[in-house]
């Protein structure tokens, strides 16, 4: 067995940053812990159960005939920056945060976090697509019915003040997919990560209308459909072969940008006019050239013509009405944010990834903001969010 050499360093606990602003963000993460699948798949799929092994000295989960490894997709937070690389990891190479509710509450109150939405890793993926894509689609159900039992019992159950319930969807039928999301709702869940683009994983398209019955159920249900870039969105993978990651990560906003007018243009969002659409992870500085583009389109060309549109408002006023957006670091876009719609903005903090600010979050954000009303620095750090998923705010706080 070869042993894979890679040197790891867990800082000390940093001292907790002051609160200048009430803050929930709508895109972090949470690595799935190696036991989080124990007595939730029904026994007669006998050890067909996902599970972490060992290979090459390395922890990867094996999820039927998949193995996964780099279970920590990522999730640097608490290490040094000449150690942020995507190599396999091992749990106790992770801050305990990563993996585990209560040093996860504790690193909130370091980072001065209120409230998070917290994206599914590696065994679920981000859209949580992985186990839609199980040859035994029994076992994928289950796997994924295991998955949100462990998040609003384990993860969220534990401080429903502090954590926002976000399920995975099942992929294979809209119809059962639907049933989840109206039993998921009575329990508490108040999103569902969703693939950005479910063609590009050999699902059918948005315009096919495959999916109204999962849409109506999350508008039925005010289940926010979260699109996390990364989580499918095959367009931009034409980059050149040999070109550094980082043109992969500075093109997220570029991701964002396809998915939201791939949406947008399916007539999802026209014919459910009540869902709510949250994008993770793309920032909002592409958002006012796009409202700027459907204008002219429209103001060009009229009134657009497609099969299931059912809105008489323009295409831009619809990415207005029905899209949310998730602030980063657009400092120059905030002045585009009445366009934009000051409404329809959040904040993300993205723990535990190496573009997250943790454990700076709280100056970070209030350095973003620092030129904004105050109304604007509260709908925007934590009043958007509170009202999108309906979470409660402490006491002395409103939306």
């Known amino acids: 067995m070869t042993t894979i050499e890679r040197t790891v360093t867990l800082l000390p606990d940093p001292e907790p940053r002051p609160v200048k602003n009430l803050i929930i963000s709508t895109d972090d993460h ?14 007669k799929f006998g050890d067909r159960a996902p599970r972490i092994v060992e290979r090459d000295g390395v922890q990867a989960w094996l999820l039927d005939d998949m193995l996964l490894p780099n279970m920590g997709l990522n999730a640097v937070a608490g290490r040094p920056p000449s150690e942020w690389t995507d190599e396999p990891q091992r749990f106790e190479d992770l801050r305990p945060s990563c993996w585990q509710i209560d040093p996860r509450i504790r690193d909130m109150d370091i980072n001065g976090v209120y409230a998070s939405v917290c994206f599914p890793s590696r065994v679920a993926g981000f859209g949580g697509a992985r186990f839609s894509e199980l040859k035994d689609e029994e076992l994928g159900l289950a796997c994924a019915r295991a998955w949100n039992d462990w998040h609003i019992e384990a993860w969220a159950g534990p401080y429903p003040d502090r954590i926002i319930p976000i399920q995975v969807p099942w992929l294979s039928d809209p119809v059962v997919a639907a049933g989840e999301i109206r039993a998921n709702a009575k329990r508490g869940f108040k999103a569902v990560s969703f693939p950005e683009m479910p063609v590009s994983l ?26 996390h870039t990364g989580s499918g969105s095959g367009p931009l993978t034409t980059w050149e072969s040999d070109a550094p990651h980082s043109v992969h990560i500075s093109l997220f906003p570029a991701c964002s940008l396809i998915s939201a007018m791939n949406w947008l243009w399916s007539g999802v969002p026209s014919r459910f006019p009540n869902l709510r659409i949250m994008m993770a992870e793309g920032g909002i500085g592409w958002v006012p050239m796009m409202l700027d583009r459907l204008d002219y389109m429209t103001d060009h060309a009229g009134l657009v013509n497609v099969d299931g549109w059912k809105d008489t408002i323009k295409p831009s006023e619809v990415l207005q009405r029905n899209f949310y957006h998730a602030l980063f670091s657009d400092a120059n876009t905030l002045g585009a944010r009445h366009r934009i719609g000051i409404e329809h ?20 954000f209030d350095e973003l903001l620092r030129d904004l009303p105050a109304d604007e620095r509260n709908l925007i750090s934590y009043g958007n969010a509170a009202r999108l998923f309906r979470h409660p705010l402490p006491a002395g706080y409103s939306v």
């Open 30 to 43: 949470v690595v799935e812990p190696p036991d989080m699948f124990e007595g939730r798949i029904p026994a």
């Open 202 to 227: 050999g699902r059918p398209s948005l315009s096919s209308k495959f999916w109204d019955p999962f849409f109506a159920a999350c508008e039925e249900t005010e289940t926010v459909i979260c699109l």
């Open 345 to 364: 903005i959040t904040v993300e903090v993205d723990f535990p990834h190496a573009d997250g600010t943790w454990p700076n979050s709280q100056p970070h």
